[in-house]
């Protein structure tokens, strides 16, 4: 029998439907499923904690943690008869992984994770066997493990999407349905889909505020911060219902945190004090939220409001708008709150000259909140020099802050960078650094560091640092036990960082690399250097330093900095020198991989002229090639005959290709090739063709995106709508590929600027010129003299005809597109 409800407590569709399927099934299936969504709720509620209790306890009415005691509280029962549990060789697996030595409560976190999930199919076996799991390292057994709940998660996570698909098929205007499958493509990180469906409830239903602030939270993690703002105050406009006001408090966030001016942050925060303050009420009524949440949210507006209202100058209000914050925050007794209402209130005395009282309050916010920010100490330590501290006395209170932070590395690397002003302490300073680099520090703080470092000059210091970052085992702070793969994980993240710190200020960058061009660094050290000037366009340095890399580069990893000097010779359109690497390491190098040296050589060689010579060298690179790499061979060859002058060869090249029996990503790649032949070749028409088909088999594809939406904008007649939405979802697409990668910068600045190009079609000046300035700012723009070209295109639109000529000029610098 289905369980009822209390009298009087209503009973949603939800719930009749699952009383329905709990009538059919078992009785200890159904109890089973009240038990994990119980605990499920119990532990959004916090009344369950993250750490298991281990398996001798009971605690929060779970009764044993331990597989072989029979699973967990009165579930136990039904332990045969979960999802995936069915399956001898996977319990088996799972008690052996129990009984691998694991520290902490991570095993049994997974371990109930791994059965609150369960696996699709009852045969279905996600854990790798083994003999003797026993006898595998901890940290293998942790990442299988792992894995396996992952694998058991993506399997329930494709069904729910492949059943929302298909009602949205019967259904397509369900808004509700789009946004579940939009929070399940986000779980399976495939964002641009998620956004898809986001912005088709949003062109059908403007009033849905939860699908916007899904949408500006998508887009914010990809780091699209101007159509957040324009999105959160699009969605904001007209009457907001009382259910939709939690959710528009977060998009006016949303639009306050990423508009780019004080005057656009204003209404944002005006808007949530007006839901906060003056709805507080009708909001506990409707049961939006508490009091104690409501004057939280209130305070949090009054404090933001006053940081506005202090870049403006408007000194009084802003005031007024701390006081009422700091009212809020002693009310609801919230600590953290008014404590930052002491730099709040420096920040204010600062605005008005009084740098004595500026640096008592930020002291008394420093020694009270210990901030993990450097902002904060370099704020407290331009105020203490305005004072008239002298230079002794403001490294002796940082220091003073340091030990009583407990060697925090913010301070310590505001200390650092001090004491490194002066000669008598630079000893100290570089010991304190060292000390900081082994510990391990965030972006920012490394960041401040180097900037200090490469503004008093020391370039040289910098290298030594990045040289023991990148050699395994240098500068270990991992245990001496640790295996290969760990060392090299750990020395992969160390070089990221790095990358990552020196490319957010990319004029530091290339400071620190004019210091070190006439060192002579490690063959690692030379190599992050050369990927560092191609990151920023110095494509002269990227040669120089990879040269230097290949010439002390251990032989097993000399073919990949190879390659990387044949892509920067080849921007540079040097292509004698791309000959004579490519002929060098034929004749010298191993004879695995030396086809693709065959193949750049033969493209070198077509460039140059010498095609006999160039259809020679490609007959010997297809002879050479793997058998698994033809279809990749094939694309080689129509390059080469493109670059011949034999369009029509090559055309008939790939369109065979393509009657082929061929994979999904070789069949897109060979669509993808013949498109940009034909688009080289000025067919529009075969090429729109060419990029449609390529859309066809993946909606995500950025490059095919990017192309169509060039190709619309620039027809007499084209599509401009069009063209904007697949400019738009091509600037999505490339932000979630650099995020994959990992790129520092989430900004791709040649759909940024393709964007900017399809807007200028349309008429709107204002947002293209703003669109491709921000692209021509960025260090990719020096890869493409299309960029310059359209924003001079701006420019002359505009009447700034001067700028116009600036940026044609510049254009004429950069190489031409590979």
């Known amino acids: ?189 495939q964002l641009p889909a998620a956004i898809r469906q986001l912005q088709t409830v949003r062109k059908t239903r403007r009033d849905d505020r939860l699908a916007a602030e899904h949408l500006c939270r998508l887009l914010r993690e990809l780091g699209l911060t101007d159509e957040v703002a324009d999105l959160a105050r699009e969605a904001l406009k007209g009457e907001v219902p009382p259910p939709d006001w939690a959710a528009a408090i977060r998009l006016a966030r949303y639009w306050a945190e990423t508009a780019p001016t004080a005057a656009e942050k204003e209404p944002a925060w005006r808007r949530v004090l007006h839901w906060t ?111 008239g501290r002298s230079a002794a006395e403001v490294t002796a209170e940082l220091q003073r802050l340091y030990e009583q932070s407990r060697e925090s590395p913010a301070v310590g690397g505001v200390l650092a960078v001090e004491w490194g002003r002066h000669s008598a302490t630079r000893q100290r300073a570089e010991q304190l650094a060292e000390r900081l680099l082994q510990r391990g520090v965030d972006k920012i703080v490394l960041q401040e560091l180097l900037r200090g470092w490469i503004e008093q000059g020391r370039g040289l210091d910098v290298l030594r640092w990045l040289e023991r970052t990148v050699a395994p085992g240098r500068n270990a702070p991992e245990p001496p036990s640790g295996t290969a793969p760990q060392r090299a994980h750990l020395t992969l993240e160390r070089a990221h960082l790095f990358l990552r710190a020196l490319l957010a200020e990319p004029n530091l960058a290339e400071q620190w690399l004019r210091q070190v061009q006439g060192a002579v660094p490690s063959a690692e050290a030379a190599f992050f250097l050369g990927h560092l000037a191609e990151q920023l366009g110095q494509w002269a340095l990227a040669d120089h330093f990879y040269r230097q890399s290949a010439e002390r580069i251990p032989a097993a990893q000399r073919d990949a900095v190879l390659l990387r000097r044949v892509e920067v010779l080849r921007r540079l359109q040097r292509w004698e020198e791309v000959a004579e690497v490519c002929q060098r390491r034929v004749q010298d190098g191993p004879a695995a991989g030396r086809h693709v040296f065959l193949w750049h050589q033969a493209l070198a060689l077509a460039h140059r002229g010498q095609h006999q010579t160039a259809e020679a060298l490609a007959q010997k690179a297809r002879e050479a090639t793997p058998a698994a790499e033809q279809v990749a061979a094939s694309l080689q060859q129509a390059r080469l005959w493109a670059a011949m002058g034999q369009a029509e060869a090559a055309l008939e090249l790939l369109d065979c290709l393509l009657k082929e029996s061929l994979t999904g990503a070789e069949r897109q790649a060979v669509h993808a090739a013949r498109a940009q ?34 190709l619309l904008a620039e027809e007499e007649e084209g599509d401009l709508a069009q063209a904007e939405q697949l400019a738009r979802h091509a600037r999505y697409a490339a932000a979630w590929q650099r995020r994959l990668l990992q790129q520092p910068q989430p900004l791709d600045a040649l759909t940024t600027a393709v964007l900017g190009r399809v807007l200028f079609r349309q008429k709107r000046l204002d947002a293209a010129r703003q669109l491709l300035e921000t692209a021509a700012a960025l260090p990719e723009a020096k890869r493409d003299r299309r960029i310059w070209l359209w924003l001079a295109d701006v420019y002359e639109s505009v009447g700034e005809s001067a700028k116009a000529a600036a940026a044609r000029q510049r254009s004429q610098t950069l190489p031409p597109p590979p």
């Not at 009764?63 to 088996?92: I, T």
């Not at 009524?285 to 506005?308: G, K, N």
């Not at 990029?691 to 995500?700: G, I, N, S, T």
């Open 277 to 387: 303050v003056e709805k507080r009420n009708e909001g506990v009524q409707a049961a939006v939220w508490t009091p104690r949440r409501a004057d939280l949210e209130a305070a949090q507006a009054w404090e933001a409001l006053s940081r506005v209202l202090l870049e403006q100058d408007r000194l009084a209000e802003a005031e007024q708008a701390r006081l009422a914050a700091e009212r809020l925050y002693r009310r609801g007794e919230e600590e953290q709150g008014w404590l930052r209402l002491y730099a709040l209130r420096a920040e204010l005395a600062a605005r008005q000259k009084q740098w004595a009282v500026a640096v008592q309050e930020q002291r008394r916010y420093l020694e009270a909140a210990q901030p993990d920010e450097v902002q904060p100490y370099r704020r407290y330590v331009q105020w203490m020099q305005q004072a």
């Open 677 to 710: 032949l034909l688009q080289q070749q000025g067919k529009r028409s075969a090429a729109r063709l060419a990029w449609q088909a390529v859309l066809r088999q993946d909606p995500d594809h950025a490059a095919a995106c990017r192309e169509l939406a060039l």
């Open 1 to 189: 029998m289905a369980r009822k409800l209390p009298a009087g407590r209503p009973q949603s569709p939800l719930h009749r439907h699952w009383t329905r399927r709990a009538a059919i099934a078992d009785p200890p299936l159904r109890r089973s499923r009240r038990l994990v969504l119980r605990f499920r709720l119990r532990r959004r509620l916090r009344l369950v904690p993250w750490r298991i209790p281990s398996p001798d306890k009971s605690s929060c009415g779970v009764r044993s943690c331990n597989p072989r005691q029979g699973g967990y509280g009165r579930s136990h029962k039904v332990r045969g008869r979960m999802p995936g549990s069915g399956s001898p060789g996977l319990w088996e697996a799972l008690r052996g992984l129990w009984d691998i030595r694991m520290t902490g409560g991570i095993r049994r976190v997974w371990l109930l994770s791994w059965l609150l999930l369960g696996s699709e199919a009852a045969g279905e076996t996600p854990v790798q066997q083994r003999s003797d799991p026993r006898r595998e390292e901890h940290w293998e057994a942790v990442a299988c493990f792992g894995t396996a709940v992952w694998q058991g998660r993506h399997g329930r996570l494709m069904t729910a999407a492949r059943f929302l698909e298909e009602s949205l098929r019967r259904e397509p205007q369900a808004a509700a349905v789009r946004r579940e499958l939009a929070r399940i493509y986000e779980e399976l990180e």
